[in-house]
């Protein structure tokens, strides 16, 4: 953004801030996170071929909310980079571009029922199924459109989604949408009821979420002949001979009109009074796998918390999300039965090296059982350290080992993964202002080598180490004038 664009927008902004109505609230914020990490282990364990290796993330977030009566609006354009991806004296920034984050308007219709529409962050309870993946530099927001319901006080909420996606620019007639890992399809439906003077907390989300078939790629090789006529120097013919020329074609089938959807459904109860929290939920899922097999899978989890003493809280939980049971051959080739925690927030789950985040979103995982206790301790109201130890392992002793011969071919091993103790303290000296440090390892069983593809006993010590900084300032804000 040039300096005279930078300009106009300052400007802008002012006179906009200077004609507001009395009663609308306009504010102007940011927000500023670097990450220095060292990965030695972080996502994947690590054999002697590979080298840990250190690195810095950045993120940028220029936010313009404005409020009234019966207006609500967000826009935020944002900016996240890996450090020296781009060349430092280039004058065109390639690699990374700014990009509009947020971008909605909510319209209320009276205090209780509002309409709410454009891209957003779409997060709900602890974030298991829908969340702003905050942890991720780019975060994750949805093109949506959502339907709010709330009871004045507060004690009961609803909101219903539905997102459509499509390929840009859109066309005169239904085309293919094969984006990766993302929905053609999507909605929800979310309620909350709050009783006993907000002690107890009950959620109930279901989630319908449909995927294009899978295109089919088809590539054929052979060899073309051709019989070059050879001549002399009087132009006439003294023989023949074969030229062969190696040809290779390939084509694309798509399914436009093929959908596969799949049902999440479960509810969430959250008691939190005095010194003494607990929370329980569980979900089902149904229909097909986008790849068309059926699918019956099912999570559920289990903690509670209490305050030792005011300044130190103990929690201890327990999930399971179900799996394949690999060694089913039969089974896995028509049915699938691994859950996908959908749209969630996995790092604040799974623990800080990140080791299962993809496996908890994949629907032909092996499962995962999780045990965990974590211990939080507040120094004072400016600092605060927590320490976790967390214990995992397969629903089924097997892993999928698949060749070109033999796609569903599977490993017994024991189910026993491994362990991580993540060790992090929070620094705030000043308000929204955090440093962020925590050093991380795993302790991985010959089962979690061979999840990751290495030969027992060359994993290497698997450790993660970071410090962030994320500052988040508010430049303008009506109610201060």
């Given at each position: 953004?040039?300096?005279?664009?930078?300009?106009?927008?300052?400007?802008?902004?002012?006179?906009?801030?200077?004609?507001?109505?009395?009663?609308?609230?306009?504010?102007?914020?940011?927000?500023?996170?670097?990450?220095?990490?060292?990965?030695?282990?972080?996502?994947?364990?690590?054999?002697?071929?590979?080298?840990?290796?250190?690195?810095?993330?950045?993120?940028?977030?220029?936010?313009?909310?404005?409020?009234?009566?019966k207006i609500t609006t967000r826009?935020?354009?944002?900016?996240?980079?890996?450090?020296?991806?781009?060349?430092?004296?280039?004058?065109?920034?390639?690699?990374?571009?700014?990009?509009?984050?947020?971008?909605?308007?909510?319209?209320?219709?009276?205090?209780?029922?509002?309409?709410?529409?454009?891209?957003?962050?779409?997060?709900?309870?602890?974030?298991?199924?829908?969340?702003?993946?905050?942890?991720?530099?780019?975060?994750?927001?949805?093109?949506?459109?959502?339907?709010?319901?709330?009871?004045p006080r507060k004690t009961f909420r609803g909101d219903a989604g539905f997102a459509i996606n499509n390929i840009a620019p859109v066309s005169y007639?239904?085309?293919?949408?094969?984006?990766?890992?993302?929905?053609?399809?999507?909605?929800?439906?979310?309620?909350?009821?709050?009783?006993?003077?907000?002690?107890?907390?009950?959620?109930?989300?279901?989630?319908?979420?449909?995927?294009?078939?899978?295109?089919?790629?088809?590539?054929?090789?052979?060899?073309?002949t051709d019989t070059l006529i050879i001549r002399n120097e009087f132009d006439s013919i003294i023989g023949t001979t074969i030229i062969k020329t190696p040809v290779t074609t390939s084509s694309t089938e798509e399914f436009i009109h093929t959908l596969y959807a799949r049902a999440t459904i479960g509810a969430g109860l959250l008691f939190d009074h005095k010194k003494l929290s607990f929370f329980v939920n569980g979900y089902y899922q149904a229909g097909h796998h986008r790849d068309?097999?059926?699918?019956?899978?099912?999570?559920?989890?289990?903690?509670?918390?209490?305050?030792?003493?005011?300044?130190?809280?103990?929690?201890?939980?327990?999930?399971?999300?179900?799996?394949?049971?690999?060694?089913?051959?039969a089974t896995f080739k028509t049915r699938v039965t691994g859950f996908s925690?959908?749209?969630?927030?996995?790092?604040?789950?799974?623990?800080?090296?990140?080791?299962?985040?993809?496996?908890?979103?994949?629907?032909?995982?092996?499962?995962?059982?999780?045990?965990?206790?974590?211990?939080?301790?507040?120094?004072?109201?400016?600092?605060?350290?927590?320490a976790s130890y967390r214990w995992y392992s397969l629903p089924h002793g097997y892993l999928l080992k698949p060749t070109k011969s033999k796609p569903f071919a599977y490993l017994e091993v024991s189910k026993t993964l491994g362990s991580e103790i993540d060790l992090m303290y929070i620094y705030k000296p000043v308000p929204n202002l955090e440093l962020n440090a925590a050093y991380c390892f795993f302790l991985p069983t010959a089962t979690m080598e061979a999840y990751n593809g290495l030969k027992t006993g060359t994993a290497r010590f698997a450790q993660f180490v970071y410090v962030m900084i994320t500052y988040k300032p508010n430049f303008f804000n009506t109610d201060k004038r």
């Amino acid at each position: 953004m040039t300096s005279a664009a930078t300009k106009l927008l300052i400007t802008l902004c002012l006179l906009i801030c200077f004609s507001i109505n009395l009663k609308a609230q306009f504010n102007i914020s940011g927000e500023f996170k670097t990450r220095g990490e060292y990965r030695g282990g972080y996502i994947s364990l690590l054999d002697s071929s590979k080298t840990p290796y250190a690195d810095l993330l950045g993120r940028a977030r220029l936010l313009f909310d404005y409020k009234n009566e019966k207006i609500t609006t967000r826009f935020s354009v944002h900016n996240a980079w890996v450090f020296g991806q781009n060349h430092y004296s280039s004058d065109t920034i390639t690699k990374n571009t700014v990009n509009i984050y947020e971008a909605w308007f909510k319209y209320n219709f009276n205090p209780s029922f509002a309409f709410k529409v454009g891209r957003m962050e779409v997060s709900y309870d602890d974030e298991r199924l829908f969340g702003a993946s905050n942890w991720n530099m780019w975060g994750a927001t949805h093109d949506i459109v959502i339907l709010q319901y709330e009871m004045p006080r507060k004690t009961f909420r609803g909101d219903a989604g539905f997102a459509i996606n499509n390929i840009a620019p859109v066309s005169y007639s239904m085309n293919s949408y094969n984006m990766g890992k993302n929905y053609k399809y999507m909605g929800y439906l979310y309620l909350n009821k709050k009783i006993l003077d907000n002690k107890i907390s009950l959620s109930l989300l279901g989630v319908v979420d449909a995927f294009q078939k899978n295109n089919i790629n088809t590539t054929k090789s052979f060899t073309k002949t051709d019989t070059l006529i050879i001549r002399n120097e009087f132009d006439s013919i003294i023989g023949t001979t074969i030229i062969k020329t190696p040809v290779t074609t390939s084509s694309t089938e798509e399914f436009i009109h093929t959908l596969y959807a799949r049902a999440t459904i479960g509810a969430g109860l959250l008691f939190d009074h005095k010194k003494l929290s607990f929370f329980v939920n569980g979900y089902y899922q149904a229909g097909h796998h986008r790849d068309g097999r059926e699918l019956s899978s099912n999570f559920y989890a289990a903690w509670i918390s209490y305050k030792v003493i005011k300044p130190l809280k103990i929690q201890l939980g327990y999930e399971h999300l179900s799996g394949n049971d690999f060694s089913d051959t039969a089974t896995f080739k028509t049915r699938v039965t691994g859950f996908s925690g959908l749209y969630g927030t996995a790092h604040r789950h799974y623990g800080y090296m990140d080791m299962f985040s993809s496996l908890v979103r994949d629907n032909l995982s092996p499962g995962l059982n999780y045990l965990y206790a974590k211990g939080t301790l507040s120094l004072n109201d400016k600092m605060s350290v927590e320490a976790s130890y967390r214990w995992y392992s397969l629903p089924h002793g097997y892993l999928l080992k698949p060749t070109k011969s033999k796609p569903f071919a599977y490993l017994e091993v024991s189910k026993t993964l491994g362990s991580e103790i993540d060790l992090m303290y929070i620094y705030k000296p000043v308000p929204n202002l955090e440093l962020n440090a925590a050093y991380c390892f795993f302790l991985p069983t010959a089962t979690m080598e061979a999840y990751n593809g290495l030969k027992t006993g060359t994993a290497r010590f698997a450790q993660f180490v970071y410090v962030m900084i994320t500052y988040k300032p508010n430049f303008f804000n009506t109610d201060k004038r």
